[in-house]
Protein backbone atom coordinates (compact mmCIF):
# COMPACT_ATOMS: atom_id res chain seq x y z
CA UNK A 1 0.00 0.00 0.00
CA UNK A 2 1.55 3.26 -0.92
CA UNK A 3 1.93 5.09 2.55
CA UNK A 4 1.46 8.50 1.48
CA UNK A 5 -1.96 9.66 -0.44
CA UNK A 6 -0.60 12.53 -1.93
CA UNK A 7 1.87 10.64 -4.15
CA UNK A 8 0.17 9.72 -7.70
CA UNK A 9 -2.80 7.34 -6.78
CA UNK A 10 -6.16 7.14 -6.33
CA UNK A 11 -8.38 10.61 -7.54
CA UNK A 12 -6.26 12.40 -9.89
CA UNK A 13 -5.87 15.72 -7.91
CA UNK A 14 -3.96 18.98 -9.50
CA UNK A 15 -0.72 19.75 -9.12
CA UNK A 16 0.16 22.91 -6.89
CA UNK A 17 2.70 25.49 -7.71
CA UNK A 18 3.04 28.00 -4.76
CA UNK A 19 4.42 31.40 -6.00
CA UNK A 20 5.97 34.22 -3.62
CA UNK A 21 8.27 37.00 -4.45
CA UNK A 22 10.31 37.24 -1.41
CA UNK A 23 13.01 39.36 0.36
CA UNK A 24 16.21 38.46 0.77
CA UNK A 25 15.77 38.29 4.33
CA UNK A 26 12.42 35.90 3.69
CA UNK A 27 9.64 38.49 4.06
CA UNK A 28 6.58 38.86 1.90
CA UNK A 29 5.75 43.18 2.85
CA UNK A 30 7.71 46.13 4.69
CA UNK A 31 8.01 45.68 8.17
CA UNK A 32 5.05 48.27 8.63
CA UNK A 33 2.92 45.93 6.89
CA UNK A 34 0.49 47.02 3.48
CA UNK A 35 0.58 45.71 0.64
CA UNK A 36 2.60 42.16 -0.03
CA UNK A 37 4.22 43.61 -3.44
CA UNK A 38 7.75 43.66 -3.28
CA UNK A 39 8.50 42.10 -7.41
CA UNK A 40 9.27 44.52 -10.25
CA UNK A 41 8.99 43.83 -13.68
CA UNK A 42 11.23 40.53 -13.90
CA UNK A 43 8.85 39.16 -11.08
CA UNK A 44 5.84 40.12 -12.55
CA UNK A 45 6.63 38.03 -16.05
CA UNK A 46 7.30 35.16 -14.47
CA UNK A 47 4.06 35.14 -12.03
CA UNK A 48 2.31 35.59 -15.61
CA UNK A 49 4.44 32.77 -17.04
CA UNK A 50 2.88 30.78 -13.90
CA UNK A 51 -0.15 31.95 -14.92
CA UNK A 52 -0.14 30.72 -18.34
CA UNK A 53 0.48 27.35 -17.17
CA UNK A 54 -2.16 27.62 -14.54
CA UNK A 55 -6.14 26.44 -15.37
CA UNK A 56 -7.00 27.85 -11.43
CA UNK A 57 -5.05 29.89 -9.05
CA UNK A 58 -6.05 29.59 -5.30
CA UNK A 59 -6.70 33.09 -3.02
CA UNK A 60 -7.50 32.92 0.31
CA UNK A 61 -10.91 35.01 1.07
CA UNK A 62 -8.82 38.22 3.23
CA UNK A 63 -6.35 38.29 0.87
CA UNK A 64 -9.24 38.54 -2.12
CA UNK A 65 -11.14 41.17 0.16
CA UNK A 66 -7.76 43.16 1.32
CA UNK A 67 -6.49 43.75 -2.86
CA UNK A 68 -9.69 43.34 -4.22
CA UNK A 69 -8.75 41.41 -7.28
CA UNK A 70 -6.58 38.66 -8.50
CA UNK A 71 -3.53 38.71 -10.79
CA UNK A 72 -4.57 38.46 -14.69
CA UNK A 73 -2.07 37.43 -18.08
CA UNK A 74 -1.22 41.08 -19.88
CA UNK A 75 1.19 39.46 -21.81
CA UNK A 76 0.25 39.24 -25.49
CA UNK A 77 2.60 36.10 -26.39
CA UNK A 78 1.14 34.45 -23.47
CA UNK A 79 -2.40 35.19 -24.20
CA UNK A 80 -1.23 33.88 -27.88
CA UNK A 81 0.03 30.93 -26.08
CA UNK A 82 -3.16 30.00 -24.06
CA UNK A 83 -5.48 30.56 -27.39
CA UNK A 84 -3.48 28.17 -29.52
CA UNK A 85 -3.96 25.76 -26.65
CA UNK A 86 -7.48 26.24 -27.04
CA UNK A 87 -7.26 27.69 -22.74
CA UNK A 88 -9.42 30.56 -21.78
CA UNK A 89 -7.28 33.84 -21.97
CA UNK A 90 -7.03 34.16 -18.20
CA UNK A 91 -6.84 30.71 -15.68
CA UNK A 92 -10.14 29.82 -13.26
CA UNK A 93 -10.01 32.31 -10.09
CA UNK A 94 -10.82 29.82 -7.22
CA UNK A 95 -11.35 31.53 -3.50
CA UNK A 96 -11.40 29.71 -0.50
CA UNK A 97 -13.55 31.21 2.19
CA UNK A 98 -15.89 30.30 5.35
CA UNK A 99 -18.62 32.25 3.74
CA UNK A 100 -19.98 32.76 0.75
CA UNK A 101 -20.65 36.51 0.85
CA UNK A 102 -18.23 39.28 -0.43
CA UNK A 103 -18.72 42.78 -1.03
CA UNK A 104 -20.33 43.13 -4.43
CA UNK A 105 -18.41 46.03 -5.60
CA UNK A 106 -14.80 44.47 -5.34
CA UNK A 107 -13.20 44.90 -8.75
CA UNK A 108 -12.64 40.79 -8.84
CA UNK A 109 -16.22 40.52 -10.08
CA UNK A 110 -15.26 42.30 -12.97
CA UNK A 111 -12.27 40.67 -13.86
CA UNK A 112 -12.25 38.65 -17.36
CA UNK A 113 -12.65 35.24 -16.11
CA UNK A 114 -14.39 32.59 -14.04
CA UNK A 115 -14.66 32.64 -10.64
CA UNK A 116 -15.18 29.19 -8.61
CA UNK A 117 -15.62 29.54 -4.76
CA UNK A 118 -14.38 26.49 -2.45
CA UNK A 119 -16.44 26.94 0.13
CA UNK A 120 -16.07 25.40 3.92
CA UNK A 121 -19.21 24.60 5.93
CA UNK A 122 -22.59 23.91 4.09
CA UNK A 123 -22.09 24.59 0.28
CA UNK A 124 -26.03 24.40 -0.35
CA UNK A 125 -27.09 26.74 -3.00
CA UNK A 126 -25.29 29.59 -5.50
CA UNK A 127 -23.05 32.66 -4.42
CA UNK A 128 -23.10 35.43 -5.95
CA UNK A 129 -20.70 36.29 -8.31
CA UNK A 130 -19.36 32.75 -8.41
CA UNK A 131 -20.17 30.26 -11.37
CA UNK A 132 -19.57 27.23 -9.58
CA UNK A 133 -19.27 26.86 -5.69
CA UNK A 134 -17.48 23.25 -4.38
CA UNK A 135 -17.25 21.97 -0.91
CA UNK A 136 -13.94 22.10 1.22
CA UNK A 137 -14.61 19.73 3.83
CA UNK A 138 -10.60 18.71 3.73
CA UNK A 139 -8.14 19.28 1.33
CA UNK A 140 -7.99 15.91 -0.21
CA UNK A 141 -11.61 15.38 -1.46
CA UNK A 142 -11.35 19.56 -2.35
CA UNK A 143 -8.59 19.29 -4.73
CA UNK A 144 -9.69 15.41 -6.14
CA UNK A 145 -13.03 17.42 -6.80
CA UNK A 146 -10.91 20.18 -8.89
CA UNK A 147 -9.06 17.31 -10.52
CA UNK A 148 -12.47 15.93 -11.51
CA UNK A 149 -13.52 18.80 -12.78
CA UNK A 150 -10.55 19.46 -15.14
CA UNK A 151 -8.02 21.52 -12.89
CA UNK A 152 -4.68 19.96 -13.54
CA UNK A 153 -2.02 22.63 -12.82
CA UNK A 154 -3.33 24.58 -9.80
CA UNK A 155 -1.49 27.67 -8.36
CA UNK A 156 -1.52 29.29 -4.92
CA UNK A 157 -1.15 32.71 -4.35
CA UNK A 158 -1.89 33.34 -1.15
CA UNK A 159 -2.86 33.99 1.68
CA UNK A 160 -0.60 33.13 4.48
CA UNK A 161 -3.65 31.32 6.21
CA UNK A 162 -4.04 29.22 3.19
CA UNK A 163 -0.54 28.69 2.40
CA UNK A 164 -0.15 27.13 5.85
CA UNK A 165 -3.43 24.77 5.17
CA UNK A 166 -1.79 23.20 2.40
CA UNK A 167 1.77 22.91 3.71
CA UNK A 168 0.73 21.63 6.84
CA UNK A 169 -0.83 18.37 5.03
CA UNK A 170 1.73 18.45 2.37
CA UNK A 171 -0.14 19.01 -0.74
CA UNK A 172 2.60 21.23 -2.32
CA UNK A 173 4.26 20.02 -5.33
CA UNK A 174 6.18 23.42 -6.77
CA UNK A 175 8.01 26.53 -4.58
CA UNK A 176 8.47 28.87 -7.09
CA UNK A 177 10.22 32.02 -5.44
CA UNK A 178 11.30 35.75 -6.42
CA UNK A 179 13.87 36.61 -4.43
CA UNK A 180 13.97 40.57 -4.51
CA UNK A 181 17.11 42.44 -3.40
CA UNK A 182 15.57 44.13 -0.73
CA UNK A 183 15.84 43.89 3.26
CA UNK A 184 12.56 44.30 5.19
CA UNK A 185 12.94 42.77 8.38
CA UNK A 186 9.63 42.91 10.77
CA UNK A 187 7.29 39.55 11.48
CA UNK A 188 5.94 39.16 6.93
CA UNK A 189 7.77 36.14 6.81
CA UNK A 190 6.42 33.91 3.87
CA UNK A 191 6.53 31.06 6.03
CA UNK A 192 6.00 31.87 9.96
CA UNK A 193 7.53 30.14 12.73
CA UNK A 194 3.85 28.84 13.80
CA UNK A 195 3.81 27.24 10.39
CA UNK A 196 3.72 23.49 10.47
CA UNK A 197 4.84 21.73 7.56
CA UNK A 198 4.21 17.85 7.04
CA UNK A 199 6.97 15.47 7.11
CA UNK A 200 6.83 14.29 3.73
CA UNK A 201 7.52 18.41 2.30
CA UNK A 202 10.89 18.31 4.20
CA UNK A 203 13.13 16.96 2.31
CA UNK A 204 13.47 15.79 -1.74
CA UNK A 205 13.39 19.46 -3.17
CA UNK A 206 15.03 19.63 -6.33
CA UNK A 207 15.96 23.07 -8.04
CA UNK A 208 14.85 22.77 -11.55
CA UNK A 209 14.89 26.19 -12.81
CA UNK A 210 17.08 29.25 -11.89
CA UNK A 211 16.61 32.63 -14.06
CA UNK A 212 18.19 36.06 -13.05
CA UNK A 213 15.91 38.77 -13.90
CA UNK A 214 15.48 41.97 -14.89
CA UNK A 215 16.59 44.36 -11.53
CA UNK A 216 18.73 41.90 -9.95
CA UNK A 217 16.37 39.63 -8.71
CA UNK A 218 16.90 35.72 -8.55
CA UNK A 219 13.94 33.30 -9.92
CA UNK A 220 14.71 29.55 -8.05
CA UNK A 221 11.41 27.20 -8.74
CA UNK A 222 11.77 23.63 -6.72
CA UNK A 223 9.46 20.82 -7.15
CA UNK A 224 8.93 17.93 -4.69
CA UNK A 225 10.49 14.57 -5.61
CA UNK A 226 7.85 12.53 -3.69
CA UNK A 227 9.81 9.06 -3.66
CA UNK A 228 12.79 10.94 -2.59
CA UNK A 229 10.69 12.55 0.19
CA UNK A 230 8.62 9.79 1.42
CA UNK A 231 10.94 7.95 4.75
CA UNK A 232 12.20 4.84 4.25
CA UNK A 233 9.32 2.09 4.21
Not at 171 to 197: F, I, K, N, S, Y
Request: hydrophobic share 45%; aromatic share 4%.
Amino acid sequence: MNPDPRVDAGPIRPQLRLVLAISLDGRLAPAAGGAAQIGGPGDRRVLEESLAWADGCLIGAETLRRHGTTCLIHAGDLLEQRRQEGRPPQPLAIAVSRRAAFPSDLPFFSQPLERWLLKQGSCSGPAAGFQRVLPLACWSEALAGLGQAGVARLLVLGGGQLVASLLAEGWMDELQLTLCPRLLGGPHQWLPAAALVAPPLGHGWQLVEQRRLEGEELLLRYRLDRSAALPPG
